[in-house]
């Protein structure tokens, strides 16, 4: 079984940049595809961006196309959203999440292990 913990989130000034970070650990033998996703109070879950883990295929949404970065590092089994130029739309718990099949999807019923959430809060 996997394990995901998501850090980084916190308050910041609109315009400014965070980082989160998503930690894997336990059996990373079968890690196909990562991704974020956000929740905001009162909304359904939104997709952010996905990636798949051996490379080649990356996907974002319209709403953080060209502001935020998701990336990883293999060695580590970590994954990353670099978030630029933040809205206060952008104020969600965010969550990282592991599909374990092989498939990379930006639909939430397709990924199997979810982190705890981290809490993201842009201030205008």
């Known amino acids: 079984q996997v394990q995901l913990a998501e850090s980084g989130g916190g308050l910041v000034q609109a315009g400014g940049s965070l980082r989160l970070s998503c930690a894997a650990s336990?059996?990373?033998?079968?890690?196909?595809?990562m991704g974020w996703f956000r929740q905001a109070p009162g909304k359904e879950l939104e997709f952010v961006a996905t990636?798949?883990?051996?490379?080649?295929?990356?996907y974002y949404a319209d709403s953080v196309k060209g502001r935020f970065t998701i990336s990883r590092d293999m060695a580590k089994n970590m994954v990353y959203l670099q978030m630029n130029r933040l809205k206060p739309e952008d104020t969600a718990v965010y969550y990282c999440?592991?599909?374990?099949?092989?498939?990379?999807?930006?639909?939430?019923?397709?990924?199997?292990?979810w982190g705890q959430g981290t809490q993201v809060t842009v201030s205008s």
């Open positions: 990636l798949k883990w051996d490379g080649g295929h990356v």
């Open positions: 999440a592991l599909d374990t099949s092989e498939g990379i999807s930006s639909l939430a019923r397709f990924y199997d292990v």
């Open positions: 336990g059996r990373t033998s079968n890690m196909y595809a």
